[in-house]
């Protein structure tokens, strides 16, 4: 597997062209007053909203010119997949989608995948074996996408949450992909993390932007899209797993699709010095947040780290995973 | 970060748990054979490995909620 110099280029260009976007549209968020307050801070503070724009002129940009060097059309599937997701995303920020219209209308974004046939359908099970579903997989790709699109959006709670998650969980998959020696996927990969990376910048704690549905579906739906595509579909779930887990627990607990806005009894409160604790009315939703809070209330910061820690040991177990596969 | 080992083994757990059901599912229901020899032998078979998938997600469903709701509330007890 080689990747060279335009390659390399083009990951770093996906990183500038991101992080200068976002740099620009903060500042017209902020002059247009699209802003939206920040919960969880001492006082009033509020924040430029949406930054999905900026994310999306990185990815679509980058995908582009990959496709242009590469000539793969795996990559014209994520570029399909990013640019549907993205439109669904935008759409949802400036006109609320709902919480069952949102995962029915992203299963469009599946669509690019199916139609190009860019999927195998194999999966491999470490110790199991290999299976070959040629019945259930288009089945299985069609829900995957509104998946992970769905499941990043749902744990963008909290400042640099979103983009943090998906750079560590990127990077079981690239491993992976570096053993198999896809080198077009392994370019896709390190696009997606550049791109979030440039955007982490602002979005970390303290965040100066929220990337908005817009911003959290297009990665979303992307990190699905790469695992779906580049064939490593289990690596991908068990790296999201806390995120996973995070839509479970909110769904089992509220048996609906729910936006979080409109929820009765919030998960957890805000205390007049930023602390956070867990909402001790069993109504409210089971959230990850919540569980991290529960007997240990916690500041942002604190809180922010510790789904990072979560998601290193997810994405640690999925690479542990990709690599026993590979060399099984 | 006090409840971060705590959280840990949920999600080690969730893992191991994710993995098994859905390799059983996978590698071993969707793939056997139909034994049927009459006429709705096929739609029998297709019927028979859906409710098995579905028992078996039911109760990883049933193992998470159990540890997870057991969690929260020795947690939000801890503080009462």
């Known amino acids: 597997m080689n990747l060279g110099l335009f390659e390399y280029g083009l990951v770093l260009m996906s990183f500038i062209i991101t992080y200068f976007a976002t740099k620009i549209l903060i500042s017209l968020l902020i002059d247009s007053k699209r802003v939206v307050l920040d919960y969880h801070k001492e006082g009033r503070k509020f924040v430029a909203h949406p930054g999905g724009p900026a994310l999306i002129i990185g990815l679509i940009s980058s995908l582009s010119l990959a496709f242009v060097i590469t000539n793969d059309i795996r990559i ?17 920020d400036f006109r609320a989608l709902g919480g069952r219209k949102k995962p029915l209308i992203l299963l469009l974004a599946s669509v690019p995948i199916i139609l190009l046939g860019t999927y195998e359908p194999n999966l491999d099970f470490l110790f199991f074996g290999s299976v070959k579903l040629s019945i259930i997989y288009p089945l299985l790709v069609l829900v995957s996408i ?7 959006n ?6 640099g949450v979103s983009t943090g998650f998906v750079i560590i969980t990127s990077i079981p998959l690239l491993i992976t992909l570096i053993l198999i020696g896809d080198s077009n996927m392994v370019l896709v990969t390190l696009i997606l993390i550049s791109v979030c990376l440039a955007f982490f910048v602002f979005h970390r704690y303290p965040s100066k932007i929220f990337p908005g549905d817009s911003g959290t579906l297009t990665i979303g739906a992307m990190y699905g899209a790469i695992a779906i595509v580049g064939g490593i579909e289990l690596i991908g779930v068990f790296a999201i797993l806390p995120a996973i887990l995070n839509s479970f627990f909110y769904l089992a607990s509220m048996r609906d699709f729910v936006e979080h806005k409109n929820i009765k009894v919030r998960p957890t409160r805000v205390l007049s010095d930023g602390t956070i604790e867990a909402e001790s009315n069993e109504n409210a939703p089971i959230t990850l947040v919540r569980l991290i809070v529960a007997g240990n209330p916690s500041k942002e910061l ?3 780290n510790t789904i990072f820690v979560l998601s290193l040991v997810s994405a640690l177990l999925a690479t542990i995973m990709g690599v026993l596969t590979w060399a099984i | 970060m006090k409840n971060v080992l705590d959280l840990v083994f949920i999600i080690i757990s969730a893992f191991v748990l994710v993995f098994v059901i859905a390799a059983i599912i996978f590698t071993t229901i969707v793939q056997l054979e ?3 020899t009459f ?3 096929e739609i029998l078979i297709v019927i028979i490995k859906l409710i098995t998938s579905f028992i078996l997600f039911l109760i990883w469903v049933v193992i998470i909620q159990k540890m997870i709701t057991g969690y929260l509330k020795k947690k939000l007890k801890e503080i009462n």
């Open chain 1, 76 to 92: 014209i599937a994520i570029l399909g997949v990013v640019t549907i997701s993205s439109a669904i995303g935008l759409v949802d």
């Open chain 1, 146 to 152: 509104p998946v992970t699109a769905n499941t990043i």
């Open chain 1, 154 to 159: 749902t744990i963008d709670v909290l400042n």
């Open chain 1, 302 to 304: 604190s809180i922010v």
């Open chain 2, 34 to 36: 139909n034994p049927f």
């Open chain 2, 39 to 41: 006429e709705f032998g």
